[in-house]
């Protein structure tokens, strides 16, 4: 005989989803890291199954994230790549933000920008940009100048697309409106299309801060330099693997401060849209 289904069971799933759902965010990404380091520490210094060459344990990541801290601290060598890495991906985010909002307006706003443009950004991001790390070094030399033009080459597409689609987001009956009362092209780009934009272009941004990031110590890591991915380079060369652990964490502190800060700023500019989860804002 075929039992029949529980009416209760959806309720009682609900309820466990609502409960989840209540855990605050830091409770959840302490416990979320807590697991984590407990299965790192178990593979590497509990039973050893992952050689410490590959993967060193916790607590000898955390020796070298003092040490690095301390550096940092006391204005050593460190300091110096850090802030090396900070100009580097400063300036090309700047650059990749003023290239591609243009660019995306040119191609949102024009049907020679959509037509012949577009297909050749297109083109030229589906090629492999690491590949051009010896042509920028070639071109611009071993100085910031080509890590800058590298983090600024990886990052600009996700800002033309995004700031494109964003002119597109206004619907057929905001633009006829502004049509009937006799706005110009300027003003139905400036009073309608950008405000109504703006939360694809910040997607853009957040999208852009992570490529920058990549892009900044890509170059350092291939062509040489005094920043973070220089210190990279050389600790991987030595095959000490807990300072090259260190040296990421604390460059994933520097990305996470230039996301956070486009998520704020988007907050505070776009308060009229509610902010995306993945921002980090909800």
């Known amino acids: 005989m075929t039992s029949m289904p529980d009416p209760n069971a959806d309720t009682v799933w609900v309820e466990r ?24 520490d178990l593979a590497t210094a509990r039973m050893g199954w992952v050689s410490p060459i590959i993967l060193p344990s916790p607590m000898e990541t955390l020796h070298d994230l003092i040490f690095v801290g301390q550096n940092l601290a006391t204005g050593g060598y460190m300091l110096d790549a850090l802030w090396t890495t900070t100009r580097t991906v400063f300036w090309a985010f700047v650059l990749a933000t003023a290239i591609g909002f243009s660019l995306g307006v040119l191609v949102g706003e024009t049907k020679f920008g959509e037509r012949a443009v577009m297909p050749y950004l297109v083109a030229i991001d589906t090629m492999p940009k690491v590949a051009f790390a010896p042509l920028f070094i070639a071109w611009l030399g071993f100085d910031i100048a080509s890590k800058v033009a590298l983090a600024t080459f990886i990052a600009t597409f996700p800002v033309v697309v995004s700031t494109a689609a964003g002119l597109y987001s206004a619907s057929e009956n905001e633009r006829m409106l502004f049509k009937s009362i006799g706005a110009s092209r300027m003003q139905t780009l400036i009073r309608l299309k950008l405000p109504t934009g703006l939360p694809h272009i910040f997607t853009g941004l957040k999208i852009a801060a992570v490529g920058v990031m990549a892009g900044a110590i890509t170059g350092e890591f291939l062509g040489g330099g005094q920043g973070f991915g220089a210190l990279i380079r050389q600790s991987a060369s030595q095959m000490d693997t807990p300072r090259v652990f260190a040296l990421i964490l604390y460059l994933s502190l520097l990305g996470l401060a230039l996301f956070f800060s486009i998520a704020w700023l988007q907050k505070r500019l776009v308060f009229w849209n509610k902010p995306d989860r993945i921002g980090g804002v909800a």
């Open 17 to 40: 989803e609502a409960l989840i759902d209540r855990i605050p965010r830091w409770a959840a990404m302490l416990g979320l890291a807590l697991i984590v380091v407990a299965i790192w």
